[in-house]
Nanobody, 128 residues
Framework: QVHLVESGGGSVQAGGSLRLSCAAS?????????MAWFRQVPGKEREGVAA???????TYADSVKGRFTISKDSSKSTVDLQMHSLKPEDTAMYYC?????????????????????WGQGTQVTVSS
């Protein structure tokens, strides 16, 4: 069993910053999982935002490159998403996910179907 718990969401004005954190636990969790952040707005599919591989390799959606940074602390089993220069279109429920990793000419975020474990989500709202 893998248990993921997100925290750090909230409401900010455009141009502001937020840091999301995901704490992983459970008997089935180990550092061999690739971790990712997804986001979803009502009526749309869950969208991959960023992912980090077991060796620290990272990949980002084009829409967040240069603004978001994913990082992990293996000793604490946490994965963070630092978000800067937030835009109203970043408003969504943000989810942490764990999976085996997606590799297609390099490390990729993949789709929601590529991840077997999910947190409950944390809301991010960016006002203009």
């Amino acid at each position: 069993q893998v248990h993921l718990v997100e925290s750090g969401g909230g409401s900010v004005q455009a141009g502001g910053s937020l840091r999301l954190s995901c704490a992983a636990s459970g008997s089935g969790y180990n550092s061999a999982y690739s971790m990712a952040w997804f986001r979803q707005v009502p009526g749309k599919e869950r969208e991959g935002v960023a992912a980090i591989d077991t060796d620290g390799t990272t990949t980002y959606a084009d829409s967040v490159k240069g603004r978001f940074t994913i990082s992990k602390d293996s000793s604490k089993s946490t994965v963070d998403l630092q978000m800067h220069s937030l835009k109203p279109e970043d408003t969504a429920m943000y989810y942490c996910a764990a999976g085996a990793g997606v590799y297609d000419n390099g490390f990729r975020i993949g789709t929601a179907r590529d991840y077997g474990y999910w947190g409950q989500g944390t809301q991010v709202t960016v006002s203009s």
